[in-house]
C-alpha cells in the first residue's frame, strides 16, 4: 500500500513539474469601456489540470510598486483539447472557462505571471518574485521598460500590445517557438497560428434584454457552422429568485442536422406578488465538444408589475403630514431652552451620541438607500436625488460605465470633507453589524446615509465637489431635491467635528458653501413625506436622525434669523388634530405650507400689532399665498375649540 501511495504521488509530482504551463496571449486594451481584454495560458498537455498553480497580476506603476494586485487560484481549472484556458470577463468571447471581473487587467508596464502555488500566497501587495515561478510576461501599451519588474521575474525583454500602432485591436501572441511574441488580431480560445481543434461555438440572442411579467420571448441559439447531425443541448434561467416556478417554455432543444440555429419560447408568468424586478441569467449547462459557448451569462430583466404606490408622492409632487416621525416621545428634551453653542452641543450629544448611534459600511449604504430613497410611485424604483425621476433599484452602477445607473451621491463630497473609505466599507455585513461612532468619528461621514443619495451616475460625475451655489442641477430641474440636501449638509456640520458650511465657495478641506445658498434652498424647500420616512428609515440603521427635517426651525436657530434666541419645543397640545402642525418655510417669500393637521383648521393671519389680515379654512397640505410686505405676522390655526399660535417672517 506504501509502495502504491510513493508512486502515484512521484507520478503527480512528475506532472506538475514537468509539464509546460505559457501565458500564450494577452490582450490588455480593447475597444469601447475595456471589458473585453483576457488572458491565455496554454499547456503543453491536452486537458491538463490545473491545480496546484496560482495565476498573479503584477503593478508596474510608481504607486503599484511591482507588487501583486489579483491572483486567482487555478485548482479548479483544466485546459481544453488544444492545451488552451481563457481567463476574461462575461464580455469576452468566445465566453471564457474561467472569469474575473470586467476592466481588471492593467494596461502596463505591468506583469502577468503563473506560479505553483495558491492564491493566499499572493496576498495583494506582494513584490514580485521568481520563487515557484513557471512563466511570466511584463507588458505595456507604449510605456518605457519597467526594468525593476522584469528583473524581479527575470524576464529581459517587455512586450508593448501596441507595437503596430493599432491600439485596442490587437493582442500580445506567443509564437510557436516558445519564446518571441506576435503583436496582431487577437485569437481566443484558438492556437495562435492555426491548427488544433476547430471549435464550433453556439450565441444566444433575445430581441430585447427586458420584459414585462405576462410577456413571451424568444432565444435563438446560433452555432457558427451547420451541425452534422442532430445536437442537444440544455439551458437554465434560475437566477436568485427568479427559479423555474416564475416562467414556463422548454430549457432543452436541438439544433437539427444540417442547420445551425433553433428557438424557443419563453413566457414569464404574471403573479400577484410584489417580488421586485428581477433578472433571469440564460446560461449554457451541458455543451460538449467541438461546441463551446460564444456568450453566457445572458441577463434578461423582469420588470414585476406588482410595484407598490406608497400613500405619500415624489419629492416632485409632494404630500406632507402622511408620514409621521419615529423619533421617541423625548428625543429632542434636551434642546429646550438652549441658544447658540449650547444648543448646537445638545443636537451633536444625540446624534453621535456614543454606544446609541450606528455608523454601518460604505457598502450598506448601497440597501439603505434602496429603501430610504424608494421611489414613491413604485417600490422597485429609487429616486434619482437631482435628475428627479425614478431608476430601477437593479441598476445600481458596478462597472467603470456609469450611463443609465445609479450611484451613491455624497451631499457633503468627500474631497471637500476629507473623509474616505477603508478596505472593510467594501463589504455590506447588514443592519446588526456596525461601528461604534462618535462626534470625532469623520471617517464614519463616508458612509452616514443621512448626507448620501441616490443620483444620476453622469449627474452625479457632472457635480464633482462643486459646493451648492455653484451646482444647482441639471438644466430644467424643479429643485425639489434642493431643502432635503441642504439640511443633509447642515446635520453634517453638527454631526461631525471638523465640518463646517460656509459663505462663498472655500478650498479649505472641512468646509463646504455656499451658506447662505443651502439657507434659501432650506427655507423654501420644506420637509415633506418623502423625507420624514427618508429621516425615519435611517434612523432604524443608524438610530440617528436629521434633527432639521424633524425640526426644521432650528435652522434658525443656528445659522439664521433666530440665532441668539433660546429655542422651545412646540407647545404642546392634547388634541392629535393640532398637535404636529408646522409651517414651511419660515421664513418665507409670501408662501407657505402647512403640515400635520388631521382635520380641517381655520387659518388667521395677524400682523405684529393685532392687526387681522386674512383668513382662510385649510386641510392638511395646504398652500396659503400671503401677499403681504415683509415683516413679522402671527398665524392662529384654529380647530374646533383648540388653538396654535405660530410666528412667520415674510422677507
Known amino acids: 500500500m506504501k509502495k502504491t501511495l510513493f508512486i502515484l504521488i512521484l507520478i503527480l509530482t512528475s506532472q506538475i513539474t514537468t509539464a509546460q504551463i505559457v501565458i500564450n496571449e494577452l490582450d490588455c486594451d480593447t475597444p469601447g469601456i475595456d471589458d473585453r481584454e483576457f488572458i491565455e495560458l496554454k499547456s503543453d498537455i491536452p486537458s491538463f489540470s490545473l491545480n496546484g498553480y496560482v495565476l498573479v497580476l503584477f503593478n508596474g506603476s510608481t504607486s503599484g510598486g511591482d507588487s501583486s494586485y489579483y491572483s486567482l487560484d487555478l485548482d479548479p481549472y483544466t485546459t481544453d483539447e488544444n492545451g488552451l484556458l481563457l481567463i476574461g470577463s462575461i464580455t469576452v468571447t468566445p465566453f471564457p472557462q474561467a472569469i474575473i471581473p470586467a476592466n481588471l487587467i492593467q494596461q502596463g508596464a505591468d506583469a502577468v505571471a503563473v506560479y505553483l502555488g495558491d492564491d493566499t500566497d499572493f496576498p495583494g501587495e506582494t513584490l514580485a518574485t521568481t520563487t515557484n ?12 521598460d519597467d526594468v525593476n519588474l522584469m528583473n524581479l521575474l527575470g524576464i529581459t525583454q517587455q512586450i508593448n500590445e501596441d507595437e503596430n500602432g493599432n491600439k485596442t485591436t490587437e493582442s500580445i501572441q506567443l509564437n510557436n517557438d516558445g519564446v518571441n511574441y506576435t503583436v496582431k488580431e487577437p485569437t481566443p480560445r484558438a492556437l495562435n497560428f492555426g491548427g488544433g481543434i476547430t471549435f464550433n461555438p453556439i450565441s444566444i440572442s433575445t430581441p430585447q434584454t427586458m ?13 457558427e457552422t451547420n451541425v452534422t447531425s442532430d445536437y442537444t443541448f440544455s439551458f437554465t434561467l434560475n437566477n436568485g429568485n427568479f427559479d423555474n416556478s416564475d416562467f414556463s417554455g422548454n430549457t432543452t432543444v436541438t439544433i437539427p442536422n444540417g442547420e445551425n440555429s433553433v428557438i424557443t419560447t419563453i413566457t414569464i408568468i404574471d403573479d400577484v406578488i410584489d417580488e421586485g424586478d428581477e433578472e433571469m441569467i440564460i446560461q449554457f449547462s451541458n455543451l460538449s465538444s467541438p461546441y463551446i459557448p460564444f456568450n453566457n451569462f445572458i441577463t434578461i430583466r423582469v420588470v414585476d408589475n406588482d410595484f407598490v404606490v406608497a400613500l405619500f408622492g415624489t419629492p416632485t409632487n409632494p404630500t406632507y403630514g402622511i408620514v409621521e416621525g419615529t423619533q421617541p416621545t423625548n428625543y429632542y428634551d434636551s434642546l429646550d431652552g438652549l441658544s447658540e453653542t449650547d444648543l448646537e452641543q445638545a443636537i451633536q450629544d444625540i446624534i453621535a451620541e456614543e454606544g446609541v448611534v450606528r455608523a454601518q459600511t460604505y457598502a450598506d449604504v448601497i440597501d439603505i438607500l434602496k429603501e430610504a430613497d424608494q421611489n414613491p410611485a413604485n417600490s422597485n424604483q429609487v429616486w434619482l436625488v437631482y435628475t428627479e425621476q425614478g431608476r430601477p433599484k437593479l441598476d445600481f452602477q458596478t462597472t467603470s460605465s456609469n450611463i443609465g445607473k445609479w450611484n451613491r451621491e455624497h451631499t457633503f463630497p468627500r474631497s471637500l470633507a476629507g473623509y474616505y473609505s477603508i478596505d472593510d466599507d467594501d463589504f455590506p455585513d447588514g443592519i446588526n453589524v456596525y461601528w461604534n461612532t462618535t462626534a470625532d468619528s469623520l471617517r464614519h461621514g463616508n458612509s452616514d446615509a443621512h ?33 432635503d440636501v441642504a439640511r443633509g449638509v447642515l446635520y453634517m456640520q453638527i454631526r461631525y467635528n471638523g465640518l463646517q458650511i460656509v459663505n462663498d465657495f472655500p478650498s479649505i478641506t472641512g468646509q463646504m458653501g455656499d451658506l447662505a445658498t443651502i439657507l434659501d434652498w432650506h427655507r423654501n424647500d420644506p420637509p415633506d413625506d418623502f423625507e420624514m420616512n427618508r429621516n425615519n428609515t435611517i434612523y432604524n440603521w443608524q438610530f440617528n436622525r436629521n434633527p432639521f427635517i424633524d425640526h426644521p426651525d432650528l435652522v434658525e436657530y443656528i445659522w439664521g434669523t433666530e440665532v441668539g434666541s433660546p429655542w422651545s419645543l412646540p407647545l404642546g397640545i392634547e388634541d392629535e388634530a393640532i398637535t404636529n402642525i408646522q409651517v414651511y418655510p419660515n421664513p418665507t417669500t409670501n408662501k407657505i405650507f402647512i403640515k400635520g393637521l388631521l382635520e380641517e383648521a381655520i387659518v388667521e393671519v395677524f400682523s405684529i400689532d393685532g392687526r387681522k389680515i386674512t383668513a382662510k379654512k385649510i386641510n392638511n397640505n395646504s398652500e396659503i399665498n400671503l401677499q403681504v410686505e415683509s415683516g413679522m405676522y402671527l398665524l392662529i390655526i384654529t380647530t374646533e375649540d383648540k388653538q396654535v399660535v405660530k410666528k412667520i417672517i415674510v422677507e
Do not use: C, M
Open 211 to 223: 420584459y414585462d411579467e405576462g410577456e413571451s420571448f424568444d432565444i435563438t441559439f446560433t452555432a
Open 133 to 144: 515561478l513557471v512563466d511570466a510576461l511584463v507588458y505595456d501599451t507604449s510605456d518605457p
Open 451 to 483: 448626507a448620501l443619495r441616490a443620483a444620476d451616475g453622469p449627474e452625479n460625475s457632472a457635480r464633482g465637489n462643486q459646493h451648492y451655489g455653484q451646482y444647482n442641477g441639471p438644466s430644467g430641474n424643479l429643485g425639489s431635491f434642493k431643502g
